[in-house]
């Protein structure tokens, strides 16, 4: 795709521009970008205004994701600045060693162009490219087609502010064809692209897997756990399944099943039941569930399987944590799970034996979030196990060089 070439070719020509870019220059340049959003925010907000219409008349039902607001828009700007103020990812010196009279050392450097394509959070487009900048890479961004506009608006606003700083504004670079053809073209860009990260859902993280010949970071679907122990403190349990629940549902890092021990079903259930009812949850249940739940709805095999991303929780009685982990193993997406119990033992064995990129004991699945792990803003939160794993911050958009110095040496 012609298209999709050219954007290529000027990111692989700003790349080589933005290489001799100093760590005090990259910093100028987001606390621009920074600014800028701030600056224009009445022209983002209307720009996501004209999106949400189009949405609504096309029956679009996540609008919370695709949604700005004055205060997600200086989020997004204090997002910039703390990632800022964090320590070049790049140019450093991991080790070092003398061989055969060779001077050996191993640094770290940009990935280069990175493409991103994601579904309808403008939000991301900022994160993205800020991580991009920071960790010295370019990058080329294929938001999805209901924040089209909202997406038109913040790159634009961040490409300006990129020139101004004195840097290539072709950095930062929007794929404003929104067809299948572009993504798949992305897809394929090899040579031109050298890593490309999905955010979505299952079925765009599964057409990148699947269909790229391009390296992939395969960020994760969130089917995420929370396992209520037999000795769990239920105030608590309550509180962490609201907030796992209730606080963002429309979130990869939201739960989406509750595992609850069968010895305090009968009392923890009703108390789950009536918290949640502040946000009108719709329960799915085993049988177990819907005798001591008659509002919950008999689940079907998939409602343990997918995303939910609205108020809608899938719940299980389990016999024993082993149960717990089974369940978690068959149906988990390796993103985050949690365990909410006060033993000891059993809370380390969920740690030791659940495989995923983030588990909890005692806490909100929630958390699993670049800015709440100390990372500044996410690039994503991958579930796969090579390069990178978890919440991606700086460090995941960097890959090693070796220098070598010698003196004549051959071998």
Not at 120 to 127: E, F, G, K, L, S
Not at 199 to 222: F, N
Not at 297 to 322: G, H, K, M, Q
């Amino acid at each position: 795709m012609q298209y999709i070439n050219e954007l290529c070719t000027r990111a692989q020509a700003a790349k080589l521009r933005f290489a001799a870019a100093d760590t005090d220059a990259k910093n100028r340049a987001l606390l621009a970008m920074a600014n800028a959003l701030l600056a224009h925010q009445d022209e983002i907000l209307q720009a996501n205004a004209n999106d949400l219409s189009r949405a609504r008349e096309n029956g679009y039902t996540l609008s919370d994701r695709l949604r700005l607001t004055p205060e997600r828009v200086a989020g997004m700007a204090q997002g910039i600045r703390e990632v800022v103020v964090l320590p070049d990812p790049a140019g450093r010196v991991l080790s070092g060693s003398v061989e055969q009279g060779l001077r050996i050392e191993k640094i770290t450097v940009p990935l280069g162009v990175v493409a991103i394509i994601y579904e309808a959070r403008p939000n991301v487009t900022a994160d993205a490219a800020s991580l991009c900048v920071k960790a010295g890479n370019c990058v080329i961004l294929r938001g999805g087609k209901e924040a089209l506009e909202s997406n038109k608006a913040i790159v634009r606003v961040l490409r300006a502010a990129m020139d101004s700083a004195g840097l290539p504004a072709d950095c930062i670079q929007l794929v404003e064809d929104t067809s299948r053809e572009s993504a798949n073209a992305l897809m394929r860009a090899n040579g031109r692209v050298d890593v490309l990260i999905p955010r979505g859902g299952a079925g765009l993280i599964r057409a990148c897997v699947e269909g790229a010949t391009v390296p992939v970071i395969e960020t994760g679907v969130g089917n995420c756990h929370t396992y209520v122990d037999e000795s769990a403190d239920l105030a608590m349990a309550a509180e962490i399944v609201y907030n796992a629940k209730c606080s963002r549902p429309s979130v990869c890092n939201a739960m989406e099943t509750l595992l609850v021990h069968e010895s305090i079903a009968a009392q923890a259930l009703p108390l789950f039941y009536d918290k949640l009812r502040e946000k009108n949850v719709e329960w799915r249940g085993d049988e177990a569930t819907c005798a001591l739940l008659p509002a919950a709805r008999p689940a079907a095999e998939t409602d343990y399987e997918i995303e939910f991303l609205d108020y809608i929780l899938a719940c299980r009685i389990v016999p024993s944590l082993d149960a717990a982990i089974v369940h978690i193993t068959r149906y988990g997406s390796g993103h985050s799970e949690c365990i909410v119990t006060n033993s000891y033992s059993n809370a380390e064995s969920f740690l030791g034996r659940v495989d995923a990129a983030a588990v909890y004991v005692n806490a909100s699945t929630r958390f699993t979030d670049g800015g709440a792990f100390g990372l500044g803003a996410e690039i994503g939160i991958s579930t796969q196990k090579l390069h990178a794993r978890g919440p991606m911050g700086l460090d995941a958009l960097c890959t090693v060089k070796w220098l070598v110095r010698g003196s004549g040496q051959i071998r």
